[in-house]
């Protein structure tokens, strides 16, 4: 039997609030770290690093007489078996619901691979382009681990009723494609069955340049992807999820005469502060075997793998030793044989005692009760309305749900804050609840006492490993608290806190014995923003500071003039958010508002629901006019959120919600629209475009939301209503966002 090692993922959820100009700020968390080297073997031709690499490759049969057509029946079993697949956290689905084997050889011609999936709910994207977002395979192949020259294949089987045929995309991940020849389409075909599909395909050696030979160590990711109704789930031979970006997440495979034993379980390993859990997951034919675990090579607890939903498991929790810092060389073995091992590593606990000590100790940070900073928030963005600016920030806490943080720029006024029961927000005018930031970064690093309660700000912390960052080494701790994941970096030197996701703490500086931060700097693709505290004060009086939501004025434009229902209209000035998403500004539903009154539309399409926030504005005006707008969103938590919020503002009547992807539900929408708004994935504008342009009465109107603010994503949709004869399109800048609205000529 062959199990492979799965490290808890560095995974993490980052979600992004406003801030000066553009969207920025940031509701994250998790953290602890102190490091030596940790490698995680198993096996002795499976070790996994802390690069997720493998000293000794797997080995790959070959096989022949095999026919491109879904059908298994002609590999008669042979190939190497990967029995198991999970996600980067070890979720592994009941094999009832999902369940995927894979099988791989190689012939003259390129590496096959057979994938039979058990499934019970199956979801097909009407997209090809973005197969991946729904039911799927993905396959992806490399020269070499880390190398890239590599490409990757995602197959959909044409199980699901409403597309009744495999469908495949070809994504070219070489560099240097200039020059090169065109990739070959790889053969892929499939079979569906009851309860399932069967993808066989063969990837060709030409599209590498390689010449297949027993002895090429090649490269091999496997990828499986389930939608269904409440979520999706991806799984992966692989813990992670990297190989399109990063070639070195992949296994390498050796192209050999016999195949490697099967991967049959998943083994890996939770430090969490206490204690210790090793989780095995296996095939069913490992049912009945014995899980058995040692510390310096003596046995300290076992257990045997029982069935589990379908599937056979050994869970095994081990208590810290009293007193220590560290978790000594461990190793576990199944059925006598030795599959997984780690080294030496620290006990979370010590990683948090050692970031403390780092900041000043628990009796200085314990002599704060209330922090006050001034400083400057600069930014360069390249896509913004204004790509560069430096804003001045001052910020106030007195604890880690009272604070808040207020950045000047271009006029307007950014805020952040929490008023000791939720987080909030502040964009010029538009003011809402958002309880994302109460326990963000931010509140974490103006908190007078923030290392002393980490487990607060980030709760669930369990240690996943060392890793370099830079020149240095960094422990990262992951935060688990509910869905959300965030990991955080300690750095191995000095035993601070370094980073939190993609977000860095730097220029660490002593005020009054406590050691700050007095920079956070977050990359943001080809720019960045960073906020710097150049004053920092301790125990100072905030008695004057308002930390709760600020009361929104109508003001000047009016902004809820003549909006006057009971339900809608408190919605309309704070609605929160469960499940992430962006919001129009206020200013912006307004402007919709406006439009589809003074015109008189009466069948509206919004594509792109979030929690509803727009589509409120929308419903109202549309219930005024005698017409109702229908409005979709992809994802099913967001759907299911933005459903609720119109049942509580009783607009039911004015809104047809629908969760679908938008592609395949316009498709099943008959007739023409008097009005269409488009919030959706900026880069898919000019293709919803394509699909809708025609379907615009006379008079009728196309408005997208963004323009200004990302235009860089939508030069081709911005270029084409610019540009069409057929339309008068105006960019209003009611807010930094920007709303294009292009108006279908009457006399055409």
């Known amino acids: 039997m062959r199990c492979t090692t799965t490290f808890i993922p560095v995974s993490a959820v980052a979600a992004i609030v406003a801030a000066a100009i553009i969207a920025s700020l940031f509701a994250l968390a998790a953290l602890a770290g102190l490091a030596t080297a940790l490698v995680c073997l198993v096996a002795p031709a499976d070790c996994a690093a802390a690069e997720f690499g493998f000293d000794e490759p797997f080995d790959i049969p070959p096989i022949e007489g095999i026919d491109i057509d879904g059908d298994a029946a002609d590999w008669r079993g042979a190939g190497f078996r990967v029995a198991v697949l999970a996600a980067p956290d070890g979720a592994i689905p009941p094999p009832a619901d999902f369940d995927v084997l894979f099988r791989v050889g190689w012939n003259e011609r390129g590496l096959l691979v057979l994938a039979e999936v058990t499934d019970d709910e199956p979801r097909e994207n009407a997209d090809t382009d973005r197969l991946w977002r729904s039911d799927c395979i993905e396959i992806f192949i490399a020269e070499a681990v880390g190398h890239a020259n590599r490409y990757q294949l995602v197959a959909a089987s044409g199980a699901d009723p409403a597309r009744t045929a495999v469908r495949t995309r070809l994504y070219d991940h070489r560099e240097a494609r200039h020059g090169r020849a065109p990739l070959v389409d790889p053969p892929c075909e499939a079979k569906v069955g009851e309860g399932g599909y069967t993808i066989e395909a063969l990837l060709p050696w030409e599209n590498l340049g390689v010449e297949p030979r027993a002895g090429l160590v090649a490269a091999l990711q496997l990828v499986a992807n389930d939608e269904d109704g409440d979520g999706s789930l991806r799984v992966a031979w692989f813990p992670s999820y990297a190989a399109p970006d990063d070639p070195s997440k992949m296994h390498a495979v050796r192209l050999a005469e016999r195949p490697s034993p099967p991967i049959l379980c998943r083994v890996f390993r939770e430090v969490r502060e206490g204690r210790c859990v090793v989780v095995a997951i296996g095939a069913p034919e490992t049912e009945g075997r014995e899980a058995v675990v040692s510390m310096n090579n003596r046995i300290v607890a076992r257990d045997v793998l029982h069935a ?388 615009i009465r006379p008079g009728g109107a196309i408005a997208a939301h963004n323009v200004t603010a990302h235009e860089s994503d939508m030069e081709e949709f911005l270029d084409a209503v610019k540009n069409d004869p057929d339309f008068e399109t105006v960019i209003h800048r009611t807010s930094p966002a920007g709303i294009s609205v292009s108006v279908r000529r009457r006399n055409r």
């Open 308 to 695: 589990e939903i379908g599937r056979a498991e050994a869970r095994i929790e081990i208590q810290t030793p009293p007193g220590a810092d560290r978790w000594p060389p461990m190793s576990v073995e199944i059925g006598g044989e030795r599959i997984a091992a780690w080294e030496e590593s620290p006990a979370l606990e010590r990683v948090l005692a050692r970031y403390i000590e780092a900041a000043g100790g628990r009796e200085a940070i314990g002599q704060l009760n209330s922090r006050a900073v001034a400083g400057r928030y600069l930014y360069d963005l390249p896509y913004a309305d204004v790509p560069r600016d430096t804003c001045p920030l001052e910020g106030w806490s007195v604890s880690q749900d009272r604070w808040m943080i207020e950045v000047r720029g271009n006029g307007e006024i950014q805020r952040l804050g929490a008023d000791g029961v939720t987080g909030w927000r502040q964009s010029g005018t538009d003011i809402r609840y958002d309880d994302r930031v109460r326990r963000g970064l931010i509140a974490f690093v103006l908190d007078p006492r923030g290392p002393l309660h980490i487990n607060r700000f980030f709760p669930g912390m369990v240690f996943t490993g060392v890793e370099r960052r830079g020149a240095t080494l960094a422990i990262a701790v992951e935060s688990r608290d509910g869905d959300r994941r965030r990991t955080l970096w300690f750095d191995d030197g000095t035993g601070l806190l370094s980073g939190v996701d993609e977000h860095l703490l730097l220029d660490y500086a002593a005020v009054d014995e406590v050691t700050i931060p007095h920079r956070i700097r977050s990359d943001r693709g080809n720019g960045y923003s960073a906020y710097e505290f150049l004053q920092i004060e301790h125990n100072v009086d905030t008695g004057g500071v308002q930390f709760a939501i600020p009361e929104r004025a109508d003001g000047p434009e009016g902004l809820f003039e003549g909006i006057n229902d009971p339900a809608v209209l408190p919605m309309l000035r704070h609605l929160s958010f469960r499940h992430g998403g962006m919001n129009v500004p206020a200013e912006d539903g307004r402007f919709l508002y406006d439009l589809v009154r003074r015109n008189g539309y009466r069948r509206g399409l919004e594509i792109g629901t979030s929690n509803g926030y727009s589509t409120l504005w929308l419903g109202l005006a549309f219930r005024e006019t005698g017409g109702r707008v229908i409005t979709i969103e992809y994802e099913p938590l967001r759907a299911a959120e933005a459903a609720e919020n119109f049942d509580r503002a009783g607009l039911g009547d004015a809104i047809d919600a629908r969760t679908a992807d938008a592609f395949a539900e316009i498709g099943r929408i008959e007739g023409l629209f008097d009005f269409v708004f488009i919030d959706a994935w900026k880069p898919d504008y000019i293709r919803y475009y394509r699909l809708l342009r025609e379907r």
